[in-house]
Nanobody
Framework: QVQLVESGGGLVQAGDSLRLSCAAS????????MGWFRQAPGKEREFVAA????????NYAGSVKSRFTISRDNAKNTVYLEMSNLKPEDTAVYYC???????????????WGQGTQVTVSS
């Protein structure tokens, strides 16, 4: 059974940093893209960042580019999201996802975690 478990969320102040982790189990995803999405209250789920199977290609939403960094460790079946200079508008539940295509569309991802809450106070 495939399982994705996020960790690292929490309550921080504006300007702080956080590192999210997502550990996958049940199968190896070294040939899959991995991504992060987020959903704020009353808003639709939106793309945050993605990394291709090798880790050599990344893609970011404009709102987080230069502040967030996605990376992966295929030996650990884990994807990370380093978030710096956090802003109140980054407050959301953050979800990791795994899919065959290196894309921004949420519908293209096959497996999803349960999410971890990130709250940024001003």
């Amino acid at each position: 059974q495939v399982q994705l478990v996020e960790s690292g969320g929490g309550l921080v102040q504006a300007g702080d940093s956080l590192r999210l982790s997502c550990a996958a189990s049940g199968r190896t995803f070294s040939n899959y893209a991995m991504g992060w999405f987020r959903q704020a209250p009353g808003k639709e789920r939106e793309f945050v960042a993605a990394v291709n199977w090798s880790g050599r290609a990344t893609n970011y939403a404009g709102s987080v580019k230069s502040r967030f960094t996605i990376s992966r460790d295929n030996a650990k079946n884990t994807v990370y999201l380093e978030m710096s200079n956090l802003k109140p508008e980054d407050t959301a539940v953050y979800y990791c996802a795994v899919g065959r295509a290196f894309v921004v569309r949420a519908a293209a991802y096959d497996y999803w975690g349960q999410g971890t809450q990130v709250t940024v106070s001003s």
